[in-house]
């Protein structure tokens, strides 16, 4: 597969991505560990070389299992985990980025991973409570001790990314962003490419929107986070089905599938993003992985562009407390 390079930093990876958190959380009930193995190392067969996790997810067990199926290619592969939550044995959580909560959480997540050093390091959501200069030199101090290669944020706003950045360089900015949710494009992207810093969008098929399996009559599981987000309810999800109309409609002409037209679509925007679909499935990562090679006309493009501007963005795209989770 190809590569590309994430901003300025020099963090070379493939060019599509592979977000594990489905594997253990989010999605109804976690895959058994021998499955979750085997599709990460699918994966890396594939030439898959960057593999997002979180200490959220599960919590925890999604770091163990990335760390037991990549040590055998530890050293071809890049590994990104997050900090920045306070997890309790209930699964509840709450924003914490206070240094020594990033000290205490990396070196657990080192342990997890099974790793001396993390690849790429997200403070997972912005704390209000924490100054983010202080969130960047802890980070700073991280890479200083060989603990950590590069530094990144989740979700953050403009002005977060800049103070990030003026403390300890960015390498990397995830965020949500596809077909199903441009908002990125209005100040983020030109920021991020000011300064040099790539884009890892995740739920880059609009958790499964894009793909056509889910339409306004999809009824989703006990544990299924979608069951409890705004912009998959069935009025939503009817007024998008013309996007989905269209992916299905150029994909036909192109012996694709309307997941790899969406993640093409992704692909042409900038050179320096790189999305990280999730999936449980081997055939579905094959069939992601496979959008790297599909190459839409500038006609394709702009009709998706523009039947994508129809979407009403309006809608929420998380339950309240969640949404304030997101920095502006």
């Known amino acids: ?103 205490r959480t990396v070196d657990a997540s080192l342990g997890r991973l099974g790793v001396e050093r993390i690849d790429l390091l997200y403070q997972h959501r912005v704390d209000p409570a924490v100054p983010i200069e202080d969130v960047a030199g802890t980070v700073k101090g991280l890479i200083e001790a060989g603990k950590v290669a590069h530094f ?11 103070r990030a950045h003026a403390v300890q ?44 399996t889910v339409d306004s009559t999809t009824s989703f599981g006990d544990g299924d986070l979608r069951a409890a987000l705004p912009r998959y309810g069935e009025q939503a999800l009817r007024d998008g089905q013309h996007l989905v109309d269209l992916l299905g409609a150029i994909a036909r002409g192109k012996g694709a599938t309307p997941a790899q037209v969406a993640l093409a679509w992704l692909l042409a925007q900038r050179p320096w993003i790189v999305p990280i679909p999730g999936t449980t499935k081997t055939a579905r990562l094959e069939e992601n992985v496979g959008a790297a090679s599909v190459e839409l006309s500038e006609d394709e493009r702009e009709q998706l562009t523009a039947a994508s501007a129809l979407i009403d963005t309006s809608v929420a795209r998380y339950p309240e407390k969640m949404q304030s989770w997101i920095d502006r």
């Open 1 to 103: 597969m190809e590569t590309r390079t994430l901003g300025r930093s020099g963090l070379e990876v493939s060019a599509v991505g592979f977000g594990c958190m489905g594997l253990s959380h989010g999605y109804g009930t976690q895959v058994d560990d021998a499955h979750g193995i085997e599709v990460i190392r699918h994966a890396v067969d594939l030439g898959v070389t960057f593999f997002d996790t979180a200490q959220v997810y599960g919590p925890f067990v999604n770091e163990q299992l990335v760390g037991t199926a990549l040590a055998p290619v530890r050293d071809e592969v890049a590994i990104a985990t997050k900090f920045g939550f306070d997890v309790d044995g209930a699964g509840g959580s709450e924003l914490n980025s206070t240094p020594e909560n990033i000290r």
């Open 152 to 162: 990144g944020l989740s979700e953050a706003g403009v002005a977060t990314i800049r």
């Open 169 to 212: 360089p960015v390498t990397t900015l995830q965020s949500e962003y596809s077909l199903w949710w441009r908002e990125p494009e209005a100040e983020i992207l030109p920021t991020l490419a000011e300064l040099g810093i790539g884009l890892v969008p995740f739920s880059p098929l609009g958790k499964g929107f894009l793909t056509g």
